[in-house]
T-cell receptor, first 115, second 111 residues
Framework: KAGVTQTPRYLIKTRGQQVTLSCSPI?????VSWYQQTPGQGLQFLFE???????NKGNFPGRFSGRQFSNSRSEMNVSTLELGDSALYLC??????????????FGEGSRLTVL | SQQGEEDPQALSIQEGENATMNCSYK?????LQWYRQNSGRGLVHLIL?????REKHSGRLRVTLDTSKKSSSLLITASRAADTASYFC???????????FGTGTRLTVIP
């Protein structure tokens, strides 16, 4: 069974641009969560989706948005990029309806650098 | 902050020694999980302990949970160089759907 796939793995953007990151969960998993990881703040929860519905959102500005498609694939978008958005963005899927009930399966992440 | 905190932030030991990492959290939880992350990679789930459990084992891993102190510990016995990684605790708070991660412990095992 294929694991969680995140694309792109690495990308470089400049301030003011926008970026879209993609996550394909493990087949059969309907819950997808996104996290931002930085050296200073650690792993910060962004959003959680289940069956195309955003069920939870972390404490991030409105520039951060996401969605989930009917095939459970998810995308997140960051508009008007700032230097502080440079981070490793991690996607995780779960077979449970509630992402925190059991283990999360993580992708390798998308490393975003904002110049 | 809803994050837990791991202690110590960094730990360096010799191969064969045991490594103990601690996690403290702030609210009531349904479960607590431990994850491992190799440098710049995704996280890998190690073990889950529910709020009504006090101890759990998996191979060389032993996890304890003290809900009265809102703390957990992860013990890795007979460490190997391949155990070098960052270790994170994550909590599912009561009534919440998602996991909140701690700040992590960076473990270095010296061959």
């Amino acid at each position: 069974k294929a694991g969680v796939t995140q694309t792109p793995r690495y990308l470089i953007k400049t301030r003011g641009q926008q970026v879209t990151l993609s996550c394909s969960p493990i087949s059969g998993h309907r819950s997808v969560s996104w996290y931002q990881q930085t050296p200073g703040q650690g792993l910060q929860f962004l959003f959680e989706y289940f069956s195309e519905t955003q069920r939870n959102k972390g404490n991030f500005p409105g520039r951060f948005s996401g969605r989930q498609f009917s095939n459970s694939r998810s995308e997140m978008n960051v508009s008007t990029l700032e230097l502080g958005d440079s981070a490793l963005y991690l996607c995780a899927s779960s077979p449970q309806a509630s992402a925190g009930t059991g283990e999360l399966f993580f992708g390798e992440g998308s490393r975003l650098t904002v110049l | 902050s809803q994050q837990g905190e791991e202690d110590p932030q960094a730990l360096s030991i010799q191969e064969g020694e045991n490594a103990t990492m601690n996690c403290s959290y702030k609210t009531s939880i349904n479960n607590l999980q431990w994850y491992r992350q190799n440098s710049g990679r995704g996280l890998v789930h190690l073990i889950l302990i529910r709020s009504n459990e006090r101890e759990k084992h998996s191979g060389r891993l032993r996890v304890t949970l003290d809900t009265s102190k809102k703390s957990s510990s992860l013990l890795i016995t007979a460490s190997r160089a391949a155990d070098t990684a960052s270790y994170f605790c994550a909590t599912r708070e009561t009534g919440a759907n998602n996991l909140f991660f701690g700040t992590g412990t960076r473990l270095t095992v010296i061959p």
